[in-house]
């Protein structure tokens, strides 16, 4: 794309509001020492002159949502959990980042794990939990290193283990590595894969507040989510309300992916624009035009370059049809095959696909069967609505939501480009080059230019 | 299939126990992971990644030694040693060299860099070279997808990959010269790696600061905001084929 004139009210000054990211370039960012020399276990220490009860209404009041993808308040969440039960409470961090396109979590505990130990002895203390679980998928042995250190350093300077500053709480936390299973990112299905067993989603009631880890009251939060908290705390609820809109307040970290200029973390107000993304940082790659993209991974229906100015909120995502999810932004341009990109997705869903329910199980196998054939010029236009149909019986009839994310982007595909499903069959044939969508495509064509 | 047996489908026989010596040393690292969890159970997936740090792979031996600590029969063992793509079923490379090629990375050159090195290999997905040193994979999203296309090994991230910059890992590999990766610590075998992931900490020097703080991609939204770069600028996160461009 072009280069935008001088900086004017899409300034990223203006824009941008790092708060989790404000840090990450400075020397050993991910160490106690420089958490602590930019305000860190700051929140922590307000957050333990206040009650627990007085707490929770704290949070609930700031009005942060789950930033795992599915927006639920994070303060109602805690309070859910029922007191003076006799039974030990539990927090699980859900830090199995897995929803392709999904990017923002593992950045943040490479660079920055302490602001999620800080944000799990606040919400411990505030559900009265002393054991806190970190779930963190296993393929990223670097971020597994630096939570194992951050978790020593903790221990060390007395905000994990016995009576945390003096206050009398106890807390222990354990870092629990994964070993590959997407379906692990569903929150009850992250509980049985961490009793030891396959992980397969449970059939809700009860919900994880009521009967969670070892049939006791369970928080399960996002890392995003919880490590949101302690700014809340040292900065004020009424600061954190001041960015967003009123019912998706505070900040937030958007993930600009694909054939984008500069691909990378934004952290952000909630309701900023694609748009006001990609001018403030390039662009597409040069030469090239928006032609797909999906808000939240791959499991929130795509949009087009129709949706450039849809305000990335959960309310303004989902009154354009689509979900805000995890703010995974990955941005595909007209070289690329929307056909190819949609049967590799349901590839993935298929092989994640745990096997409990039927519509999922046996739907995601038969799609990809169709995609594969479409995608290969040996489909047929019955082809089309029986990849609908199929979707359709999988949408809302699966156990989890990995059968309603699978047909997301069959629906939204569909929907925006049946042409192109259709040019497949009536061309026998995919008609894109997919060497011209690599990263290194134009590359040659510049320096000869 | 490489020991030219023919399976007849008939019940194995249990699986042998480990060696005495090698037994008690395990036994001393389960207990210290069984400790960390209020139910044993919850032990189960750490001490399959410990299985591989011994074995390379999940061996039938390591099943039966998890069931044994952990009260289980080895078939709600291997239940859950099958659900998950991480436990390795065969003997394997001490290099786990997977490519992303899940829509992103694949659109942006993950196919490309797969094909490019099973042809350079000879291997196909999941098989392992012949001198034992590289065992090549197709990988789901790893959660890199700022810095696509990506190339994990041994679960380190290998950012910006492109067909050229692939085959010179796996050849460095191949010839034992040292490989480090765009973000995490110099490689160690895959035993090794294992034995972090089933919950012990990597004792190496320098191994946590290891290629410093945040990747590139990581602070672009940082550096604009505070006006330290004008999107002119920010140029190319992709190393060094594009880097050159926004100067």
């Given amino acids: 794309m072009t280069l935008a004139p001088e900086l004017s009210n899409s300034s990223p000054e203006k824009l941008l509001a790092p708060v989790l990211s404000a840090f990450w370039d400075q020397p050993h960012s991910w160490t106690l020492e420089t958490y602590r020399r930019h305000d860190g276990y700051e929140g922590l220490r307000k957050a333990l002159a206040m009650s627990p009860d007085d707490l929770i209404a704290y949070v609930k009041d700031s009005g942060l949502r789950g930033r795992g993808g599915a927006g ?3 303060g109602m969440k805690w309070q859910f959990i029922p007191q003076g039960d006799g039974k030990p409470h539990y927090l ?21 794990p302490h602001s999620l130990i800080e944000g799990i002895v606040i919400a411990c203390y505030a559900i009265r939990s002393n054991h806190a679980f ?12 630096r939570l194992h250190e951050a978790v020593r350093e903790a221990y060390e300077a007395g905000y994990l283990g016995k009576d945390i500053l003096g206050t009398g709480l106890d807390l222990e936390l354990t870092v629990h590595a994964g070993a590959g299973a997407y379906i692990c990112g569903e929150e009850t299905a992250l509980l049985d894969s961490l009793e030891g067993r396959r992980g397969q989603p449970r059939l809700r009631p009860p919900f994880p507040a009521v009967a969670g880890l070892y049939a006791c009251p369970t928080v399960v939060n996002n890392v995003e989510s919880i490590a949101s908290v302690p700014a809340i705390l040292n900065r004020g609820k009424d600061w954190f309300k001041s960015m967003g809109s009123e019912k998706s307040p505070g900040f937030t970290l958007y993930s600009l992916s694909g054939h984008v200029t500069s691909p990378g973390q934004y952290e952000a107000p909630l309701g900023i624009t694609l748009r006001q993304l990609l001018d403030m940082s390039g662009g597409m790659r040069a030469g090239h035009r928006l032609k797909f993209w999906t808000p939240g991974g791959s499991s929130t229906p795509m949009f087009t370059d129709e949706h450039l100015d849809v305000p990335l909120d959960y309310e303004g995502v989902g009154a354009a049809g689509s979900m805000l999810g995890t703010k995974a932004l990955q941005c595909f341009d007209e070289t690329t095959c929307v056909v190819r990109a949609v049967t590799r997705w349901t590839e993935f869903y298929a092989h994640e696909s745990c096997g409990k329910c039927t519509p999922c199980r046996e ?42 994310g699978a047909a997301s982007p069959i629906f939204s595909s569909l929907k925006y480009f049946r042409e192109e499903y259709e040019q497949h069959i009536t061309g026998r044939g995919c008609p894109f080059d997919p060497a011209k969508s690599t990263a290194w495509a134009d590359n040659h064509k510049e320096v000869t230019a | 299939m490489t020991d030219g047996q023919t399976s007849l489908g008939m019940p194995q026989l249990p699986a042998p126990d480990y060696p005495a010596e090698v037994r008690a040393r395990l036994e001393a690292d389960a207990k210290e992971i069984i400790a960390r969890y209020p139910g044993s159970r919850s032990a189960l997936l750490p001490m399959l990644h410990l299985v591989q740090a011994e074995d390379g792979y999940v061996t039938r031996t390591g099943m039966r030694f998890c069931a ?47 094909e490019e090195l099973k042809a ?34 041994n679960w380190e ?61 990581s602070l672009v939204g940082l550096r604009l905001a505070k006006g330290e770069t004008s999107h002119h600028k920010i140029g190319h996160p992709r190393g060094e084929a594009a880097g050159g461009e926004g100067e």
């Avoid at chain 1, 961090?93 to 392709?100: M, Q």
């Avoid at chain 2, 001198?131 to 700022?146: M, S």
């Avoid at chain 2, 085959?167 to 040292?178: E, H």
């Fill in chain 1, 72 to 74: 639920f308040p994070t």
């Fill in chain 1, 92 to 112: 699980v961090v859900n830090a199995d980042e897995s929803e392709p396109g999904t990017c923002k979590d593992i950045p943040l505990l490479f660079a920055n």
């Fill in chain 1, 134 to 145: 970190i779930y963190l998928r296993g393929e990223v042995v670097p971020v597994l290193r």
């Fill in chain 2, 157 to 217: 991230f290998f950012d910006n990959q492109t067909p050229e910059s692939a085959k010179k890992i796996v050849d460095d590999l191949r010839a034992g010269r040292p490989v480090e990766p765009t973000r995490g610590a110099p490689l160690c075998t895959y035993k090794e790696t294992a034995r972090i992931l089933a919950g012990f900490p990597d004792e190496r020097e320098g191994a946590v600061e290891a290629t410093g703080g945040a990747g590139p991609a």
């Fill in chain 2, 120 to 153: 350079h290999l000879g291997v196909g997905n999941a098989e392992t070279t012949a001198d034992g040193k590289v065992t090549l994979e197709h990988i789901e999203c790893n959660a890199a997808c700022d810095f696509a296309p990506v190339v994990m090994v």
């Fill in chain 2, 68 to 114: 044994d600590l952990l009260g289980l029969t080895t078939a709600e063992v291997t239940a859950v040693a099958t659900f998950y793509t991480m436990y390795r079923r065969k003997p394997s490379g001490d290099y786990q060299v997977g490519v992303c090629t899940n829509t992103l990375c694949a659109v942006m050159g993950g196919d490309a860099i797969f």
């Fill in chain 1, 363 to 404: 739907g995601t196998y038969w799609l990809v069967q169709l995609l594969r054939d479409i995608e290969a010029g040996k489909g047929t236009m019955s082809d089309l609505d029986k990849l609908n149909d199929i979707a359709d019986n999988i949408n809302g009839k699966s156990f989890c939501a990995l059968g309603d």
